[in-house]
């Protein structure tokens, strides 16, 4: 699925420099559920940023599906996060003045789906996250967990491969946390691959296979 | 897609929504009352200019100022009728060429009432020509008027006002110095700002056949020449000098021998200043309108800022650079237009309500033609484009990480 060699990511120059990633080299498989953790700072942000299209390395090499992202242009990586790539964030990222159902649609808006059909197929992806009956509630009307299911939601809309989520549950009580792990196991059956930033252990001991970074460098790869 | 988004903005922040349209609308109408009124202007110059005529040359015979052919200087001229035939058919760039005789000071009486006015006597086409154009019921002087040198007059409003009041005039008989003419045509009212002799609406024409046989005129006083294309005005004087000088043995360089007045000279000059008054007042709105923009830019960047983060998730989820700068090149340009429409409204009705006064035979009424209407329009659209460029590309060039991050 992706597949990382020596790939660097340097902030600032200077006195200011920061080597955010270090000489990292990383492969998730297809249908992976790989958990990524370390202390703040280390730099867990930054790769899966890179991991999803939404920055570039500093230097080394990045293959996604076989093909190497360091030729994209704006297009094309918008395109790739667009279909490939789903995101969930630890705060959510919902619009404030959207609906529920609203929100789920914005990648298919981007996709070019017809307004119709995206109304139809975000109220499937919010039913299989349980939340049907608040497809038309803002997400101030919301709880944490509810608001995160949206977004999950969201991530699904384009029925993309791979899930990114960063501390998606580090907002959350644990009983909410618990209802995304399940909605993550369930979407790691179905076939999806995820890469899931986590403090959280009930999530870290479900994944598949652990990555920890420290200052940078993967420090442990494997259970 | 763009609009709901669009009305949150602005709901979000009435003030300053407000008052960016607000900026926009008066942009507008001053461009659009600036320009109107320039071009309300215009029209009346030249309808007041065509009052003589359009791109006429007026020819009165001078006096020879250089030796020629053995024949010494400072010698009068003198033409006859028959030489405004003759220029008509030897120069093809000329379309009509009429002789015109003058007479001042003719006795005119109806009834009780006297005037005393000066008499043309002219041919039929020098109606078209001069614009001297009759009114519905009657008519101006014509072929069978000149064939039979009939005692039928044409009389200028003013005359008409002097002679007969409130009674119609065509029809009935007044004396010329005691020789009885039926009025066969008034005069329209028209606005003349330039003349020779007097204007038209003091003035009374008669058939040239009977002015010669009445007065005993054997030569005219002027010629009245119209091209087919007033631009080639300045040729046709050159050979009028040639076919003259040929037939009266003057120098064709001799050019104090023609007294000429080509009236596209003005028309020319009028042109070249109203270019210079309308490009001000535009420019002078334009400013306006240029400050409008200036705040639509400004609401735009603030809208910009606010909505970073939201930029930056979407285009996390997918959004194209394209996408976001039309987004905000939508948004930018809406409010323009949306201000510009208003504008627009706002100084139709200000036009339309603007009072027909007396002055409007000096400054003209101002109108809001389709030209007006054009340049305001595509001014709004370029301000709005070139307002909201600057935003949109700001949003366009954030970095995705960085804009979440907000
Ligand atoms: N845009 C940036 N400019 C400069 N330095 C940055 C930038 N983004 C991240 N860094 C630095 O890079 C390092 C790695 O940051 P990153 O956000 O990847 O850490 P993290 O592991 O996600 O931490 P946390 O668990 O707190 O989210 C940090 O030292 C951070 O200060
Ligand atoms: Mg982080």
């Known amino acids: 699925m992706i597949k990382m060699k020596k790939i660097n990511k340097i902030y600032g120059t200077g006195a200011s420099k920061v080597e955010a990633l270090k000489n990292i080299d990383l492969e998730v498989k297809e249908n992976e559920f790989v958990g990524l953790i370390g202390p703040s700072g280390s730099g867990k942000s930054t790769l899966m940023n890179i991991i999803g299209c939404l920055d570039v390395p500093s230097s080394g090499e990045y293959y996604f599906g076989g093909e190497s992202v360091e030729n994209f242009n704006h297009n094309q990586l918008a395109e790739i996060r667009n279909e490939k790539i789903g995101f969930v964030f630890q705060n959510f990222n919902l619009l404030p003045y959207a609906t529920a159902y609203e929100n789920v649609e914005i990648p298919m808006i981007f996709m070019g789906v017809k307004a119709k059909k995206r109304k139809s197929m975000a109220l499937e992806l919010l039913d299989s996250v349980g939340l049907a009956a608040r497809a038309t509630h803002k997400p101030g009307e919301l709880s944490g967990g509810e608001m995160q299911r949206v977004a999950l939601a969201r991530a699904l809309a384009n029925n993309p491969s791979l899930i990114l989520a960063d501390e998606p549950t580090g907002n959350l009580d644990t009983k909410s946390g618990d209802e995304i792990l399940a909605i993550f196991e369930n979407l790691w059956k179905q076939g999806h691959t995820l890469v899931v930033i986590t403090h959280n252990p009930n999530i870290s001991a479900r994944a598949q296979r652990i990555v920890k970074l420290i200052d940078g460098t993967i420090e442990n790869n494997g259970k | 897609m763009f609009l709901p988004q669009f009305l949150r903005d602005m709901r979000s922040q009435k003030m300053r929504t407000f008052l960016t349209i607000f900026g926009i609308i008066w942009g507008t109408i001053s461009v659009v009352l600036l320009l109107g009124f320039g071009v309300g202007l215009e029209q009346r110059l030249y309808k007041n200019m065509h009052g003589l005529g359009e791109g006429i040359i007026i020819l009165w015979p001078g006096r020879t100022s250089m030796a020629y052919e053995g024949l010494g200087k400072g010698r009068p001229l003198r033409f006859l009728e028959e030489d405004a035939f003759l220029l008509e058919r030897e120069i093809l760039q ?22 005393s006015s000066l008499v043309r006597g002219i041919y039929p086409f020098y109606s078209d020509m001069r614009n001297v154009i009759p009114e519905r019921n009657g008519r101006f002087i014509n ?57 038209d609406e003091f003035t009374t024409f008669i058939s040239a056949t009977t002015f010669s046989s009445l007065f005993g005129y054997k030569y ?3 010629m009245v020449i119209q091209a087919h294309d007033p631009f080639q005005n300045e040729f046709i004087q050159e050979r009028i000098l040639q076919v003259l000088g040929k037939k009266y043995r003057f120098s064709p360089k001799d050019t104090e021998a023609l007294l000429v007045w080509d009236t596209m000279e003005n028309e020319k000059t ?56 039309g987004q905000f090149l939508f948004e930018t340009l809406l409010i323009t237009l949306v201000g510009g429409a208003i504008g627009l409204a706002f100084s ?33 659209g370029l301000i709005g484009f070139i307002s909201g460029l600057g935003p949109a590309r700001r949003a366009a060039n954030l970095h995705p990480v960085d804009a979440l991050r907000q």
């Open chain 2, 94 to 115: 000329i379309k009509y060429s009429c002789p015109e005789y003058s007479k001042w000071d003719v006795k005119l009486k109806y009834k009780k009432n006297t005037y």
């Open chain 2, 143 to 199: 072929r069978i008027d000149i064939e039979q040198k009939r005692r039928v007059i044409f009389i200028g409003f003013s005359i008409k006002e002097e002679l007969f009041k409130d009674e119609p005039a065509v029809g009935k008989y007044i004396s010329v110095n005691s020789v009885p003419f039926q009025v066969v045509g008034v005069l329209i009212e028209k606005t003349q700002n330039s003349t020779y002799g007097n204007r």
């Open chain 2, 348 to 380: 139709y009705g200000i036009i339309s309500a603007f009072p027909t006064t007396s002055i409007e035979e000096y400054i003209g009424k101002p109108t809001l033609s389709f030209g007006v209407g054009l340049v305001t329009v595509a001014l709004l």
């Open chain 2, 270 to 325: 009028t042109k070249a200043i109203m270019i210079g008054f309308n490009t001000f007042m535009g420019i002078v709105g334009a400013f306006t309108l240029i400050v409008g923009g200036i705040g639509v830019s400004n609401i735009m960047n603030a809208v910009v800022e606010e909505r970073t983060k939201e930029i930056g998730l979407k285009m996390a989820l997918g959004a194209k650079k394209r996408f976001v700068l």
């Open chain 2, 220 to 222: 005219i006083n002027n």
